[in-house]
């Protein structure tokens, strides 16, 4: 089945799906409902139109965390609020915004559909509106699109054997072993709360499983045919 690999690497990145009102939260990596947001921008999908986001709902996704990042919390001030049922005006209210720093992760999306993935392969080359890595403000330091990165290789093979993406610092060693996030078929591992089941407009997500594992550092890419 054809899987489709791109890179989501920045100073910042924010994966929330439980945030509400003055406080954004972050998951450790992407979750599914951000990454069909980057896609959908990508290809001009306005967040309205379920028609065409529904078809990236059933790409099967895998993560795979080649620089964890560290997280960091931001506080921030905003002056003059009023509540939602305005019968308040707070003249100060702090909020918090919750990131990650330096990651860098390798996504993998499987479908039968390959049309599918090539549109997308081709709109993250030239995207009809900017992409971010969760917040608008929080912009990628590389491409997302990876070249050669559509192929015709299952999910598992191709981000388990994809070369690393991140960079080696000199304080650092290689890792010996990556993170790797697979959505679960037979309904173990941990519940995730970020499957859209609605256009983004009207924001209703359903659950999905996620299993994680640790895999061998990656030695070299394996052969793929575009």
Not at 157 to 174: D, F, G
Not at 191 to 216: T, Y
Request: glycine share 6%; net charge neutral.
């Amino acid at each position: 089945m054809p899987t489709l690999l791109i890179r989501l690497v920045g100073p910042m990145q924010s994966w929330g799906t439980t945030s509400r009102f003055d406080q954004r939260d972050t998951g450790k990596e992407p979750s599914k409902s951000g990454v069909i947001g980057l896609l959908a921008a990508a290809l001009g999908i306005d967040r309205e139109n379920w028609t065409e986001l529904e078809p990236l709902t059933k790409i099967t996704m895998a993560v795979r965390h080649d620089r964890p990042g560290s997280p960091k919390r931001d506080y921030q001030t905003a002056q003059h609020i009023i509540s939602a049922d305005h019968s308040k005006r707070h003249e100060t209210a702090v909020t918090f915004r919750d990131y990650l720093a330096d990651a860098a992760f390798l996504v993998g999306l499987e479908s039968k559909n390959r049309s599918l993935l090539e549109r997308i392969q081709s709109s993250l080359l030239n995207p009809v509106w900017p992409l971010a890595l969760g917040r608008k403000s929080y912009v990628p330091s590389e491409s997302i699109w990876i070249e050669c990165g559509l192929h015709d290789a299952p999910l598992r093979k191709s981000i388990t054997q994809w070369p690393w993406i991140s960079a080696l610092r000199k304080w650092e060693e290689l890792p010996e072993k990556l993170l790797v996030s697979f959505e679960s078929e037979d309904g173990s591992g941990v519940l995730k709360m970020d499957q859209p089941l609605s256009s983004f407009a009207e924001r209703r997500f359903g659950a999905r499983f996620v299993r994680s594992e640790w895999i061998p550092f990656p030695k070299e890419a394996i052969h793929v045919s575009a």
